[in-house]
Nanobody, 126 residues
Framework: EVELVQSGGGLVQPGGSLRLSCAMSGFRYVNYCLAWFRQAPGKVREQRERVATLTTAPVTTDYADSVKGRFTVSRSDDKNTLFLQMNNVKPEDAGSYFC????????????????WGQGAQVTVSS
């Protein structure tokens, strides 16, 4: 099973930038969907919203409309770390961010992902 360990997060001012990282290990297949989800305050796990996804074979990326042009999902050259670069951060971007992985096609549904990072809090405040 894929193991995910997150780092990053913290306080960022509106308009600022932040990068989240997710160290990955335990891959067994070629095709995975790697994703970042956001859990807003007061929401439960099943209500996490997909922010961005990256497929590994072929390599494609996709974003929620609310973050297009501002966030970028990518992997390290050794493919062992997933990143979410957050630029021009807005107050509505605040929440707990989780990286996730599933073998096969991508999904927007949190329940379809079997591996999760521990989460990182993003607070947007001046």
């Amino acid at each position: 099973e894929v193991e995910l360990v997150q780092s990053g997060g913290g306080l960022v001012q509106p308009g600022g930038s932040l990068r989240l990282s997710c160290a990955m290990s335990g891959f067994r297949y070629v095709n995975y969907c790697l994703a970042w989800f956001r859990q807003a305050p007061g929401k439960v796990r099943e209500q996490r919203e997909r922010v961005a996804t990256l497929t590994t074979a072929p390599v494609t990326t996709d974003y929620a409309d609310s973050v297009k042009g501002r966030f970028t999902v990518s992997r390290s050259d050794d493919k062992n770390t997933l990143f979410l670069q957050m630029n021009n951060v807005k107050p509505e971007d605040a929440g707990s961010y989780f990286c996730a992985a599933r073998a096969g096609d991508c999904s927007f549904v949190p329940g379809y992902f079997h591996s999760w990072g521990q989460g990182a809090q993003v607070t947007v405040s001046s």
